[in-house]
């Protein structure tokens, strides 16, 4: 199974811009669609955004819907998550994902995916 390792996160003030960085070891990721999802403290975990495995289709939670990127660079075995305009609400643990069947095109329910990061901290201040 492939490792994850979420990088990125940190304090941001409301209104800033953040980037989110997946990295894999111990396999590719270029096969599979990528997920980012987070929790927030007292909060189930919630999906954020998805991508397919070649990266050309992606989908978003309504609540970041304008304001995050997902996106994929296959090269170097990364996933990104570029989140701007971020507000308090969006404090939480982000975590990304890799599903678990390949060449797929996106996935949202946390039961399709297998391989989780460890996740990274985001906190917004207002």
């Known amino acids: 199974q492939v490792q994850l390792v979420e990088s990125g996160g940190g304090l941001v003030q409301a209104g800033g811009s953040r980037r989110l960085s997946c990295a894999a070891s111990?396999?590719?990721?270029?096969?599979?669609?990528m997920g980012w999802f987070r929790q927030a403290p007292g909060k189930e975990r919630e999906f954020v955004a998805g991508?397919?495995?070649?990266?050309?289709?992606?989908y978003y939670a309504d609540s970041v819907k304008g304001r995050f990127t997902i996106s994929r660079d296959n090269a170097k075995n990364t996933v990104f998550l570029q989140m701007n305009s971020l507000k308090p609400e969006d404090t939480a643990i982000y975590y990304c994902?890799?599903?678990?069947?390949?060449?797929?095109?996106?996935?949202?329910?946390?039961?399709?995916?297998?391989?989780w990061g460890q996740g990274t901290q985001v906190t917004v201040s207002s």
């Open positions: 991508i397919s495995w070649t990266g050309g289709s992606t």
């Open positions: 111990g396999g590719t990721l270029s096969i599979y669609a």
């Open positions: 994902a890799a599903d678990k069947t390949p060449w797929t095109v996106v996935v949202s329910q946390s039961t399709d995916f297998g391989s």
